[in-house]
């Protein structure tokens, strides 16, 4: 069974750049699409990047495109996503899936983007 973990979150300035990262367990993760995910309060939950197995296609929702990145190392299992230019309302929790199935969600982590 496929398990992802989120980091890199926390309480960060506007501006300059944080790397999220979601490492997941197990074999499979190197054939699926994996896409990061937010949601902030009261909101409900948006894709924000998504890539695909090999990395050939990569698509970014209109609020993060020219400020986020998002790559991933299929030898260490772990999907990244570049943060740069924080803006406040980057602030939400941020989840990595796997998709697989139904889906695999990690557990997310929070980002608080604050002056």
């Known amino acids: 069974q496929v398990q992802l973990v989120e980091s890199g979150g926390g309480l960060v300035h506007p501006g300059g750049s944080l790397r999220l990262s979601c490492a997941a367990s197990?074999?499979?993760?190197?054939?699926?699409?994996v896409g990061w995910y937010r949601q902030a309060p009261g909101k409900q939950r948006e894709l924000v990047a998504a890539?695909?197995?090999?990395?050939?296609?990569?698509v970014y929702a209109d609020t993060v495109k020219g400020r986020f990145t998002i790559s991933r190392d299929n030898a260490q299992n772990t999907v990244y996503l570049e943060m740069s230019s924080r803006k406040p309302k980057d602030t939400a929790v941020y989840y990595c899936?796997?998709?697989?199935?139904?889906?695999?969600w990690g557990q997310g982590t929070q980002v608080t983007v604050t002056s």
């Open positions: 197990g074999s499979i993760f190197s054939a699926y699409s």
């Open positions: 890539i695909t197995a090999r990395a050939g296609k990569i």
């Open positions: 899936r796997l998709d697989v199935g139904l889906g695999v």
